[in-house]
């Protein structure tokens, strides 16, 4: 599939800035139009020249005639994805915020920022699987207040007992898994968050003018990951409710995860790969948020990018069992 311009027959591309498609070499806007004519992969459907890409590629751009294609059968069926978070920051903002963030930097050669090796930056959607759990956990236990003060010349501790029980019923929305080994799934992480509120129903126009991988880790494959976060958040947020505490005694613990539905989405990332003295330096920046990730020590945000709603605290009690006053 490739969108050209009813105008001028140019390759008609997304543009982050406009917010649409449009042709580069006419300037017209929303004259897109999919020409299927000699599709096939490893075959330009514009000038019949041979491309090589790998077995994942669903999105690419032709080395002869520069247009960009997308392999119909890598988009469609069971590889039709089903939402994508559309580019937001265009190539050219992301070559100033590279340019003014590292413009200190010595470690920088000159033509680090240099136009064309800049240039050569491309835009590439990342597959991912997206889960939604309901999850639900419970903590019933014993817990602690120790207290202690001195009267005088004698030194007193007050132990508190309380059982205490909570049950949560969490619900996550889209919880987003790398499903391709394209990036390595820490440099994915680090390029969190996404808002993933601007998800849209998949459309292939979104994909003219960038690179794509369709995905190749099933969903069920990667289902561990999200699930674990899940249970793992769920049991935090329970915990968390527990304050006050000296000590945390459960009886009973536990926490369960149901996934209630799965999307498949793509995700914008610009990638520029710069070779200094045989070794590469590889640049990635968020499509949505222009947050780069480079080969610069960085340390991780831990930030919760998708949602979590918590229901409702079913059961929630603080019952005092014993209270002890002991003199030491
Ligand atoms: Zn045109
Ligand atoms: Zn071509």
Request: glycine share 6%.
């Amino acid at each position: 599939m490739i969108f050209k311009c009813k105008n001028c027959g140019g390759n008609v591309i997304y543009s982050p800035d406009k917010e649409k498609m449009f042709c580069p070499y006419c300037d017209g806007e929303d004259c897109q139009e999919v020409s299927d004519a000699r599709q096939g992969i490893e075959v330009c459907s514009n000038c019949g020249g041979e491309i090589h890409i790998n077995d994942y590629t669903s999105a690419s751009q032709c080395p002869y005639c520069k247009n960009y294609l997308i392999f119909d059968e890598r988009v469609e069926g069971e590889y039709a994805p089903h939402l994508i978070l559309p580019f937001k920051v265009s190539k050219e903002a992301v070559k100033k915020s590279i340019r003014e963030k590292f413009k200190s930097s010595i470690f920088a050669p000159s033509d680090f920022f240099s136009e064309a090796k800049l240039d050569g930056m491309q835009g590439m959607y990342v597959p991912f699987w997206m889960y939604d759990y309901t999850a639900h956990g419970l903590y019933d236990g014993e817990c602690t207040k120790v207290r202690s003060w001195t009267s005088g010349d004698r030194r007193y501790t007050e132990t508190s007992v309380y059982h205490v029980v909570r049950e949560f019923e969490v619900a996550f929305d889209k919880m987003p898994v790398d499903a391709s080994d394209a990036l390595p799934d820490s440099t994915m992480d680090l390029m969190e968050p996404y808002d993933y509120k601007a998800l849209e129903a998949f459309k292939a126009d979104y994909m003219s003018g960038f690179f794509a991988e369709k995905y190749n880790q099933s969903a069920d494959t990667m289902e561990y990951r999200a699930k674990e976060k899940a249970k793992k958040n769920t049991m935090d947020m329970i915990y968390q409710s527990i304050v006050g505490y000296t000590h945390r005694r459960p009886a009973k613990e536990f926490v369960t995860a149901e996934r209630t539905d799965l999307n498949y989405a793509l995700l914008p990332v610009w990638i520029y790969s710069y070779r200094y003295k045989d070794q590469t330096y590889q640049f990635h920046v968020n499509g949505q948020t222009g947050k780069i990730v480079g080969k610069v020590p960085i340390v991780p945000a831990k930030v919760m990018g998708y949602g979590a709603t918590v229901f409702g605290l079913i059961f929630s009690i603080g019952l005092m069992l014993r209270f002890v006053l002991s003199i030491i």
